[in-house]
């Protein structure tokens, strides 16, 4: 039997694009193979999100280039955000690649590798001819917990950001397909989704006027859904956060207590300049409407540090709003300038030990706010999704919160299962703790 290897880079809609393109490979009839050198189609799933992952996925390539020298009869796929960035020049710089596909092309991956052998036909599709996850066979990767997508591409112009580029414009999935394949996957044993778009909030907004509707009542047929106890969604646009979602999160029972509510910037300032459309005042107002909804919320963020023109006052103000917001968790980005985007070309960029300096004081300050937040669970009980061993201890379980803490402890529950578990501990991204034992009644 052929053999396929993927290897992935970038954000949880990538890693679920994986899913769709193992699930292609499958019904081409390939299997997975576990290590790259036993593989006969060596598929890169790429992200161009930031420079790091382009320098990540180059040297992953030259690896994959040097097996295909010893064994020509490999083949080299490229797919993903990377790959439709570059479509113009990937077969110049890395001649030895095979077959480019952009995110919106993996339905079409069979006509490249399935026809008269494998890598036979030299090409790549761009985004017009997109379709739907759920449509496509899928390899899962995981039984009680699925990522559902419920939008494709983005209308935002946020002035540093490759995506809208590389996915297109925004489509969103109808909300039947949506309902239909959340209840197919309650039945096949899933008890965790995370709906997945690049602004879930604007969802819905596209549909033809008599399926049209919004975020919130999405959130409420997929609660409705019997054998779905955790919905999380991701990434919802300060921008679009509505009251109808807010009344949603906080009146559905399955919808977790969490929101990934990405600031960017606390200054004004530069959220204009990155055409964020919030400023820092809207953004607070809304964190106040989200806490007074759903006390117990959890809040985590993705912040960009070093944007073009960004003062020590702007990245001051950054700070303020850590502290003020009390984050449970952050990602922390250095501003890398995007080829084609709006803020590449603006002047002022800032020097990279500017930048160096900054995102280290932010960091600090990530973790000193969200070991807080952390330790303020110390002596509770918190519902666990049981997912596997603690990574680092494998006498321990790991699983998640509803508020999406991972929390290492000591039990004896299997993965999937929900348990209560005591915390005991803390530090500034997990916890840890003891299963609890359900007393008899
Ligand atoms: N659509 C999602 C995710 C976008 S990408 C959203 O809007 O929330 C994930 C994060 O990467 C962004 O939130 C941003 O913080 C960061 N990012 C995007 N472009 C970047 C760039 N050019 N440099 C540094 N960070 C960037
Ligand atoms: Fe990029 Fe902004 Fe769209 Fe997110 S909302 S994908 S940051 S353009
Ligand atoms: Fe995701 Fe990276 Fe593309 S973050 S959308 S895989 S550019």
């Avoid at 999935?173 to 044993?189: I, K």
């Avoid at 200054?267 to 204009?272: A, G, P, V």
């Avoid at 932010?362 to 669970?377: F, H």
Wanted: glycine share 8%; aromatic share 6%.
């Amino acid at each position: 039997m052929r053999r396929y290897h993927v290897t992935t880079f970038g954000c949880q809609m990538n890693a679920h694009d994986s899913e769709r393109i193992k699930g292609m490979l499958e019904e081409l009839g390939l299997g997975e193979s576990s290590t790259q050198e036993d593989a006969d189609v060596l598929v890169f799933n790429t992200c161009t999100i930031r420079e790091k992952p382009d320098t990540k996925f180059a040297a992953h390539l030259a690896q994959a280039a040097a097996l295909k020298q010893h064994d020509p009869g490999k083949v080299i796929a490229v797919g993903g955000c990377y790959a439709e960035a570059q479509r113009e020049r990937l077969f110049t710089l890395y001649p030895y690649v095979d077959v480019a596909f952009g995110p919106g092309s993996i339905p079409h991956l069979g006509e490249w590798l399935g026809a008269g052998g494998f890598g036979v036909a030299r090409g790549r599709f761009g985004l017009d001819d997109r379709s739907f996850a759920g449509e496509l066979p899928m390899h899962r990767e995981r039984a009680f917990q699925a990522w559902v997508q419920i939008s494709m591409g983005c209308n935002s112009k946020c002035s540093y950001c490759i995506v809208p580029a590389v996915r297109g414009r925004e489509v969103s999935r109808r909300p039947g397909d949506v309902v239909a394949e959340v209840t197919r996957l309650a039945r096949q044993g899933v008890r965790e989704i995370t709906l997945l778009g690049q602004n879930v909030n604007s969802w819905g907004r596209d549909l033809l006027p008599e399926i049209r509707t919004e975020f919130g009542e999405l959130l409420r047929a997929c609660d409705a859904v019997e054998g779905i106890e955790r919905i999380r969604f991701t990434s919802p646009h300060p921008k679009d956060f509505r009251k109808p979602v807010i009344e949603a999160m906080a009146e559905c029972g399955a919808v977790c207590e969490h929101a990934h509510l990405p600031l960017q910037s606390g200054s004004s300032r530069i959220l204009k300049a990155m055409r964020r459309t919030y400023d820092r005042q809207r953004y607070l107002r809304l964190v106040g409407e989200l806490r007074t909804a759903i006390p117990d919320l959890a809040l985590t963020t993705d912040i960009i540090v070093g944007f073009p023109g960004e003062t020590e006052d702007d990245f001051r103000e950054t700070i303020e709003v850590v502290e003020e917001v009390a984050y449970d968790a952050a990602f922390t980005f250095v501003y890398s300038p995007r080829a084609g985007t709006e803020a590449a070309v603006m002047a002022d960029q800032i020097p990279e030990d500017v930048k160096r300096d900054r995102i280290e004081r932010l960091i600090a300050v990530v973790q000193r706010v969200a070991s807080a937040r952390n330790a303020e669970r110390v002596g509770g009980v918190e519902e666990v999704l049981v997912e596997g061993t603690s990574r680092t201890d494998p006498s321990l379980l790991r699983g998640r919160t509803r508020r999406n803490t991972t929390v290492n402890f000591a039990g004896t529950a299997a993965p999937g299962e929900l348990v209560d578990v005591r915390i005991d501990d803390a530090t500034s991204t997990t916890l840890r703790g003891v299963q609890a034992v359900p007393v008899a009644v």
